[in-house]
């Protein structure tokens, strides 16, 4: 059933306000009136969460509202994973993805996991205060078609610059894709990634795109 989008902007809208009884009332709400629990989550929870990233980023949201937020969206998506259909067999491909060295924050990335999965990625996360070797082994390990990397800091950002050369110098069949509030699109292009997306919803897209790229340089090769 087409979701109702006025009813998952109030999901958005809730979430962004910190008023968790209403988006858990609301996620169910909506659940129950037939909206995918896709849409859900990537027309209703996600942007909400976002926005609250950029109040964050913006001095308007400090620490204690980051994690209330985190903590209303990890019951709300508790809710809709019953709903999820199970992912089809077909291998959509695999992400390897942490937080770099030195840095501990996770709710962007945290999301941008969630958002793949649901479309039918594999995701293997490192977590945070991950060391760029790790990045290295585990996608040798999985075979993973991307690597993807977020920071925070402006003392940490240098590093996925040194995870873009890591790979190439390695010689791994993978891209780099790398994100965070601070990261823009023309320092991605700076240090050399494959991709750079500003929010969850559109990485989903991004990784696709790169995913079939990837595949179709490995049949060449």
């Not at 039918?120 to 760029?132: E, N």
């Not at 999985?142 to 010689?171: F, H, Q, W, Y």
């Not at 993978?174 to 991709?195: H, M, S």
Request: charged letters at 25%; proline letters at 5%; hydrophobic letters at 50%.
């Amino acid at each position: 059933m087409p979701a109702d989008t006025e009813l998952l902007s109030q999901i958005s809208d809730a979430l962004l306000e910190l008023e968790e009884q209403r988006v858990l009332d609301l996620t169910k709400q909506a659940l129950a009136d037939g909206a995918s629990p896709r849409d859900v989550i990537q027309l209703g929870l996600a942007p909400g969460i976002t926005a609250v990233g950029v109040r964050f980023e913006a001095g308007e949201y400090f620490l204690p509202e980051l994690l209330v937020a985190a903590d209303v969206f990890t019951s709300a998506i508790e809710i809709v994973k019953p709903h999820l259909s199970k992912v089809a067999s077909e291998d959509k491909g695999a992400v390897v993805i942490g937080t770099v060295k030195g840095d501990i924050h996770e709710i962007g990335k945290n999301v941008v996991k969630l958002m793949l999965e649901v479309a039918g990625f594999t995701v293997h996360d490192l977590g945070i205060d991950v060391p760029l070797q790790a990045f290295i082994d585990k996608q040798r390990e999985t075979g993973a078609e991307i690597v993807a990397a977020s920071a925070l800091l402006s003392s940490t950002m240098p590093l996925l610059k040194d995870l873009v050369e890591l790979v190439r110098a390695e010689n791994l069949p993978a891209a780099v894709i790398v994100g965070g509030a601070p990261v823009k699109e023309w320092l991605a292009k700076e240090y050399g990634a494959d991709g750079y997306s500003p929010d969850a919803v559109t990485a989903v897209r991004l990784v696709e795109d790169i995913v079939q790229k990837v595949r179709a340089d490995r049949v060449v090769a």
